[in-house]
């Protein structure tokens, strides 16, 4: 069953730092989403992207963050600079059509900033 | 702004005694209401999608309803294996955002 996969499972970063989370969305999608739970906290939404562009984004999404797809495959969201309150485990997920489609996650990449 | 309101917030069942997950939500426009299983450390697992009022979906020991306020997830003599937090998120016509709340943690105990 296609699934969509994230790197790293679990990074430690020090405050201030860049950090750049890795996405292989599933390969028929065209939809691509970055969520983030903050421990013991609801998913939030940050940003949608479609045809090579942001469609949507949340408040949380600031000029702090960056989403890029660099190649056919590959989707990557970016924190310039890390802010404690940034730790959270980071959810990419992508969708086959919009709104109302179903939505499919990958496993997290658990970020730590120290 | 879409809301969603899950209760309770945590539930301890017996293994084979069946019970019900409330999803309350107010959206502006429902183009979907999604049902997901998280386990611990893990990312959102997709069990159902509903779209109108009267729909109902199932998969296994799992059955989901939805009126125009409100989603059910029913649970039908759960087994350990079923213990996980079960989230409910909303999509409005407006984009594709998942609006989410704050999940459902069941405990199936054998």
């Known amino acids: 069953e296609p699934e969509v996969t994230q790197t790293p499972s679990h990074q430690v970063t020090q405050m201030g730092q860049e950090v750049i989370l890795r996405c292989v969305p599933i390969?028929?999608?065209?939809?691509f989403y970055w969520y983030r739970q903050i421990l013991g906290q609801k998913v939030e939404f940050l940003v949608s992207?479609?045809?090579?562009?942001?469609?949507?984004k949340s408040e949380i999404f600031d000029d702090q963050f960056s989403v890029e797809r660099p190649d056919g495959s590959n989707f990557t969201l970016k924190i310039r600079s890390t802010k404690l309150e940034d730790s959270a485990m980071y959810f990419c997920?992508?969708?086959?059509?919009?709104?109302?489609?179903?939505?499919?996650f990958g496993e997290g990449s658990w970020l730590t900033v120290v | 702004e879409d809301q969603v309101t899950q209760s309770p917030e945590a539930l301890r069942l017996q293994e084979g005694e069946s019970s019900s997950l409330n999803c309350s939500y107010t959206?502006?426009?429902?183009?979907?209401l999604f049902w997901y299983r998280q386990d611990p450390g893990k990312g959102p697992e997709f069990l159902f999608t509903?779209?109108?009022a009267g729909e109902e979906k199932e998969k296994e020991r799992l059955k989901a309803t939805l009126t125009k306020k409100e989603s059910f997830l029913h649970i039908t003599a759960p087994k350990p294996e079923d213990s996980a937090t079960y989230l409910c998120?909303?999509?409005?016509?407006?984009?594709?955002?998942?609006?989410f709340g704050g999940g459902t943690r069941l405990m199936v105990k054998p």
């Open positions: 997920a992508s969708s086959s059509l919009r709104g109302g489609n179903t939505i499919y």
């Open positions: 390969s028929n999608h065209l939809y």
């Open positions: 992207f479609y045809n090579n562009e942001i469609s949507e």
């Open positions: 959206v502006s426009g429902l183009r979907g």
């Open positions: 509903l779209y109108s």
């Open positions: 998120a909303v999509n409005n016509n407006a984009g594709n955002m998942l609006t």
